[in-house]
């Protein structure tokens, strides 16, 4: 009786501390706030070249950087980047330390029900990489091939959808192992995410690798508060703008060498 | 509070039972190889000549004082940049036999220094090779002696073989991983991972001290 009681006053503690730690309701202010103080902070990556890395002069620079400026541009408001990682991008926005989340992020229920999304702003694809060598047109060209990815990992629940029979898939503990066991050869095809293969690529030169086979198109989207409708309408404005102008097709073609495509609204 | 249900861990028993039947594979292996591995290594180090004595020392030394894990990314990351590929499951024995040789090295040499010297000198007395008095006067009971520390090293390897996942061997750790990764039911899947491992462990000891005195040495 005594520990029910007690464990009844635990939850009861818990609860309280959860709501006072809770992201309080802010009012629908933050684009006047940005307009107010000519200043917006925008979430970039910086590990995930050719969307956002740091570039020989140290600075951030890739294409999540280059829309990052352009919707600072057209607010006419300074930019002011943050570094995040996949981990911690969205605790940026729920706790405000970021205005925008630019940063290579996929729409999926769970993200939606605690943030909002701007319309796709970029394509992002998972993929299979390998050797210009190595043909591979087709799944039923991979039979026969080994193909590494990461366990877990959207790649590895894909290459399961379409792989033939007789495909030998090599599950690695991590990204990092998935494509050291490509680049030793142990592998002869990866699954990755074209972000990872594009850092691999500007890397490793010499392993002369190319895209082979679309695993799943997961188009990137700027992530907004919870609510801030406001700053989430003005900037789909700038975004459909930009892609009507054919700006944001050019920064496609800089970064990712290839025209934005449709994407999703 | 927390739900557990290990239906979803339990469906999935093929890949478990064929982790298991790996891991089991590897050790096997690593294990016959490895201590005769050992065993040449321990002769070595008393009896070899002194290049052999300082190349087998530093094989010791080099492996008993470097984790598994980079012996085994050496072996299958790194061995590929002068030209040698080995498929993931020869890394896995590779690496397992070399460690477990270098170790059991280690434990027969403690088994054969202890050897009375009577003993020897009574075997030379009777005219017998220098091979045959290693081979049949000092070796039999050396191990008899280490047996229980030797068989401890062949389970540490075989539990240290959880590691092999990470080059992608099917063994259990491999599944269990890859289980908990499909179906997020992580306590349940490592729960019985575990569960498997302990009973492997168990039964590998207690056949290598039945085996041991019937096979290895004589009674």
Known sequence: MIATTHRRALLRATAALCAALAVPAFAQSALDDILAKKVITVAIPTDSAPYGYVGTDLQPQGLDVDVANLIG????????????????????????????????????????????????????????????????????????????????????????????????????????????????????????????????????????????????????????????????????????????????????????????????? | MIALDFAPVLAEWPLLAKGAAVTLALTAVSASVGVVLGVACAWARLHGAPWLKAIVGSYVELIRNTPFIVQLFFIYFGLPGIGVRLSNETASVLAMVINLGAYAAEIVRAGIATTPRGQIEAAQSLALSELQVFTRVVLPPSLQRVWPALVSQIIIVMLGSAVCGQISTNELSYAVNLIHSRNFRAFEATFVGTGIYLVMAIALRHLLNWAGPRFVFGK
């Open chain 1, 73 to 265: 541009a057209k607010l006419g408001v300074k930019v002011e980047l943050v570094p995040v990682t996949s981990a911690n991008r969205i605790p940026y926005l729920q706790t405000r330390k970021a205005d925008l989340v630019i940063s290579t992020l996929g729409k999926n229920p769970e993200r939606e029900k605690v943030i909002d999304f701007t319309i796709a702003y970029s394509p992002f694809f998972q993929a299979i990489f390998g050797p210009k060598s190595l043909m591979v047109k087709t799944p039923a060209d991979l039979a026969g091939k080994t193909v590494g990815v990461t366990r877990g990992a959207m790649e590895d629940q894909e290459v399961g959808k379409i792989a033939p029979p007789g495909v030998d898939i090599k599950r690695f503990e991590d990204m990092n192992g998935t494509v050291s066991a490509y680049a030793a050869g142990q592998v002869q095809l990866m699954g990755v995410g074209a972000s990872v293969a594009g850092n691999f690529v500007a890397k490793n030169p010499q392993v002369s690798t190319e895209f082979k086979l679309l695993l799943k198109d997961s188009p990137n989207y700027i992530g907004v508060a919870k609510g801030e409708d406001k700053l989430r309408l003005k900037v789909n404005e700038i975004i459909a703008a930009a892609k009507a102008s054919g700006e944001l097709n050019k920064l496609a073609l800089k970064w990712l060498g290839r025209p934005l495509g449709e994407l999703p609204s």
